[in-house]
């Protein structure tokens, strides 16, 4: 019979890592003489009730033992964490227990644990027996330790302790291992900590938890993911560690494994739970970012619910070491000097809804866009996506929303500037400048995007290059999103465009909303864009309107412009009055009172901001001088008083002015009469003034002989239909349709097959056809249009726009019963000859007619050498009061100034 050789007694030291039972405990140590190991070891001579199985794919789960949870507890609050002795027999047999491959090595081995740091300690299997919570081991050796185990597990009996008490059925858990509603079970707990015990840890960042409290009976075991952040993991089936994944894992084992927590769940995702730990000595979550062993993730970052800051700051710190995962790590963009980091500045101008021109303290500009959003973009199914002529700041929807939050809050107001990063260039975009803009403490980007008038940029999780403030603007898009506001909103971010008529550039549009706008008076308006110091882009926000507007009353030094062929130099002290202008109105909000309207469809009068008129301010800056209409204006004197003052302190235009004295002698007062013969030949309809087209007698036997050759011409050299294509612009034959004669003519719109024309020689238009058109011979270009283009001087037309045409009607029916009348220059007025009209027989006023009929009203003009002829024109307006004549019908029908009545 062979002998077996007797067990080796093996003592060592450790700390207690896991209990798995009430008769199980995992302990990193190290057997005496032997390498570190983690060791599981089974309490010999017991038996400890059972704990649940979770039920599997392959197994259905096992019910628990009386007293098994319990059991368990009274060894994990009495050793987790501790520094223990323990001993056990090795066998010479061989090592016992079994590793998976690729899975560490563990030991198991039956032995003895000692609450302390050598054997005399308190011994945990014969505290679980006397306190009933486990039984000795039948059919075991026979000696004083089994012995010693017997006697307790008698007295425990006799005192009923444990599960050798009367209720002991009463002491099994009710577990839930599968919460069926996550969503409304994270709700329950409504942001509040619950206890909780880390049971397992999946890797650094995720853990399976038990969940229990004094406010539900069952306990919960979930899966939970560490909210805003992710360490490395395990791939695949044999479970391969990522880069520092299984120090991170360490990490989390040694601080939380089996631990009293509390845990804050504030997400679902997938079934699983996100939340934080909460631990007396520290945020794992935190640590885990400063030690390098984890990465911030912005989708999960936003279901913190404090201290995103602090972990920003973490994983900052960790970067900048080169710690663990970061040991590679290299800012994505260029290093922003100190210097240039931060500055103040005032906000001249918002640009669509994402960048800004900030004035700095020197006087220069900078541009700078808010980091880390992206503006309204216009939808890829707009059926205005083809059009020739887009603006984006109305035509994109919630783009012009967007655009006045920020102009409201910021124009003209002084912001503190931080720069996050620089945009490199890209193909034809310049370098980009990001910052983060705040005014009275509030972040600017995130104001607008918690309004739902932007969102926020993803980027990649290696991709630094962001707002210092990006979780605060995730989670402002959140709450935007989950309100529905603007581009969240019910539709997708779908919204009517803004609807503007957009009347700059546009002749035709323009005579027709002009009464509209003038009648208005004094109208709001926003200034959108300044071309020079008394040019400007308006809109008017209550009426939707887009307008060139330009400043009466005033001649405005021009600043420089680039043109299709060239730049044009500008006026000595344009680009001053320019940078005045812009400086002083651009986005602002201002009053205008439109009082006439140029052949452009350009709209002019007068301009009001902070209620100081802007034609007599920059009249008083130097920049501009008094036009020759302004004299009609009640602002006259104003800008009359503005000007004395320019040239005496002999600012910027009157720099080099000298007054000077003139010897008295006799005044100019007579007007300047030079008759010239004229036919009437067409009137234009005109929005102020009473516009015609007359044609020279002088030039009449030139254009008789012109007329008669080119009508030949055509004769007997009939044009091919069709071959002469029409362009806009060009001068062209053209048939006239009430008598069927070729006339000189001009193209002034193609539209299909609709063509517009004016005929040059007599001024009217008409609607025609390519048809009727033919290309016109060199030699019929030498002879200058006969039609001139005058109006009628000293008399203002009614704004009613039937009493207007009756006018017009009036002065022709005057025009066409007086053959060759005699036309007398008086005055210009943006570049129209502005003349009287006399019958050549008995010498009679056409003008002073039409007052006296009550078709028109007198204008009064403050210039001496006219007083005479605009005396007998308010008497002959008098006269016509007194009849009652047309206009006066219903008696005097003039403004009264009179403060009393507005």
Not at 79 to 90: A, H, N, S
Not at 222 to 249: H, V, Y
Not at 562 to 585: M, S, V
Not at 813 to 822: K, Q, R, V, Y
């Amino acid at each position: 019979m062979t002998t077996q050789p007797p067990p080796t007694i093996v003592t060592g030291y450790g700390i207690v890592k896991q209990v798995n039972s009430g008769d199980t405990v995992v302990i990193r140590g190290q057997p005496k003489g032997g390498p570190p190991d983690e060791i599981t070891i089974f309490l010999a001579g017991i038996t400890a009730p059972k704990l649940a199985r979770r039920p599997t794919n392959n197994a259905e789960g096992s019910k628990e033992n009386e007293f098994a949870w319990e059991a368990r507890e009274f060894l994990r609050k009495k050793l987790i964490g501790k520094r223990v002795c323990f001993t056990y027999e090795k066998s010479n047999k061989g090592q016992q227990g079994t590793t998976a491959p690729n899975e560490k090595k563990v030991t198991r081995e039956y032995g003895i644990v000692y609450n302390g740091t050598d054997t005399s300690a308190e011994n945990v299997a014969e505290s679980l027996v006397s306190e009933g919570l486990a039984e000795h081991r039948p059919g075991g050796r026979n000696n004083e330790y089994v012995q010693k185990l017997k006697e307790l597990e008698e007295a425990a009996k006799a005192a009923g302790k444990g599960k050798h008490g009367p209720n002991a059925a009463d002491h099994v858990r009710d577990i839930r291992w599968n919460v069926e509603n996550p969503q409304n079970f994270k709700d329950s707990f409504n942001l509040k900590p619950v206890k909780a015990i880390v049971e397992h840890v999946v890797d650094g960042s995720t853990f399976r938890v038990l969940l229990y409290s004094d406010d539900f009976p069952e306990y919960y075991y979930i899966k939970l993911m560490l909210s805003g952040i992710r360490c490395n993991g395990f791939t695949g089936e044999d479970q391969t560690p990522e880069p520092f994944a299984e120090e991170a894992k360490f990490y989390s084992e040694c601080r939380l494994l089996q631990r009293d927590v509390e845990v804050l769940i504030e997400s679902v995702s997938n079934k699983n739970f996100l939340g934080t730990i909460i631990h007396p000595n520290g945020n794992i979550t935190e640590l885990l970012l400063s030690e390098g062993l984890a990465k911030c993730v912005d989708w999960s970052l936003q279901c913190v619910t404090s201290g995103i800051e602090k972990l920003r700051a973490a994983e900052k710190s960790a970067k900048e070491k080169r710690l663990r995962i970061w040991k590679d790590y290299a800012p994505s963009g260029p290093v922003i000097d100190v210097k240039e980091r931060e500055f103040q500045g005032k906000v001249v101008e918002v640009i669509n809804a994402d960048a800004m021109v900030i004035k700095l303290a020197d006087g220069s500009t900078k541009k700078i866009f808010l980091a880390s959003i992206r503006p309204p973009r216009m939808p890829e199914n707009n059926p205005d996506t083809g059009k020739t002529r887009t603006r984006p700041l109305y035509d994109v929807p919630y783009m012009f929303e967007a655009r006045e939050f920020l102009r409201k809050k910021l124009i003209g107001k002084k912001v503190n500037v931080t720069v996050d990063y620089k945009q490199p260039a890209n193909l034809t975009f310049p370098e980009k400048t990001c910052c983060t803009v705040t005014i009275g403490g509030i972040n600017v980007a995130e104001a607008l995007v918690s309004k739902g008038f932007a969102t926020v940029v993803r980027y990649r999780a290696d991709d630094d290059q962001r707002s210092a403030h990006y979780d605060e603007l995730l989670s402002a898009e959140t709450k935007a999103l989950k309100s529905g506001k603007g581009l969240h909103g019910k539709k997708d971010g779908k919204k009517e465009i803004l609807r503007i008529v957009d009347l700059s550039g546009d002749l035709k549009l323009s005579k027709q909303y002009f009464p509209i706008i003038q009648r208005g008076g004094k109208t709001e308006a926003i200034v959108e864009f300044v071309a020079s110091g008394s040019r400007l882009r308006v809109f008017l926000p209550r009426q939707n309107y887009l307008l060139t507007f330009l400043l009466g009353g005033i001649t405005c030094a021009r600043a420089s412009r680039d043109t299709p062929n060239g730049a044009i130099p500008g006026d000595p002290h344009g680009e001053e009055a320019l940078a005045f202008t812009k400086d002083l109105c651009l986005q602002q909000e201002v009053h205008i009172e439109v009082e006439a309207m140029d052949k452009a469809g350009n709209f002019i009068g007068w301009l009001w901001i902070d209620n100081t008129n802007l034609s007599e301010t920059l009249v008083r800056e130097g920049f501009a001088e008094i036009h020759s209409t302004a004299s009609r204006s009640p602002y006259f004197r104003a800008l009359q008083t503005a000007q004395e003052e320019a040239q005496k302190k002999k600012l910027k235009m009157w720099e080099n002015y000298e007054p000077v004295e003139l010897e008295p002698k006799e005044e100019q007062t007579d007007r300047v009469i030079n008759y010239k013969k004229v036919t009437i030949t067409d009137y234009k309809e005109n929005l102020t003034d009473l516009i015609f087209c007359a044609q020279h007698y002088d030039d009449g036997p030139k254009l008789e002989e012109l007329m008669t050759e080119l009508r030949q011409e055509l004769s007997s050299n009939p044009p091919l239909v069709g071959s002469y294509v029409p362009k806009k612009g060009e001068i062209c034959a053209a048939k006239y349709a009430a008598d069927d004669l070729w006339y000189r003519a001009r193209i002034l719109k193609v539209q299909g097959n609709q063509i517009q024309i004016s005929f040059i020689d007599y001024g009217n238009k008409e609607n025609t056809t390519a048809a009727q058109l033919a290309s016109l011979p060199a030699k019929y270009h030498t002879l200058q249009p006969c039609a001139y283009e005058y109006a009628l001087a000293f008399i203002k037309l009614p704004k009613d726009a039937d009493s207007a045409n009756d006018a017009r009607i009036a002065f022709y029916d005057e025009a066409s019963t007086n053959a060759g009348l005699l036309l007398n220059v008086e005055y210009k007025s943006a570049s129209i000859p502005f003349v009287t009209l006399v019958t050549p027989d008995e010498k009679e006023d056409v003008g002073k007619r039409l007052i006296e009929k009550g078709f028109v009203f007198a204008e009064k003009r403050l210039e001496k050498k006219y007083q005479k002829i605009i005396n007998e024109y308010i008497s002959a307006q008098e006269v016509a009061k007194k009849n009652r004549a047309n206009l006066w019908v219903y008696g005097d029908i003039t403004e009264d100034d009179a403060k009393e009545f507005g």
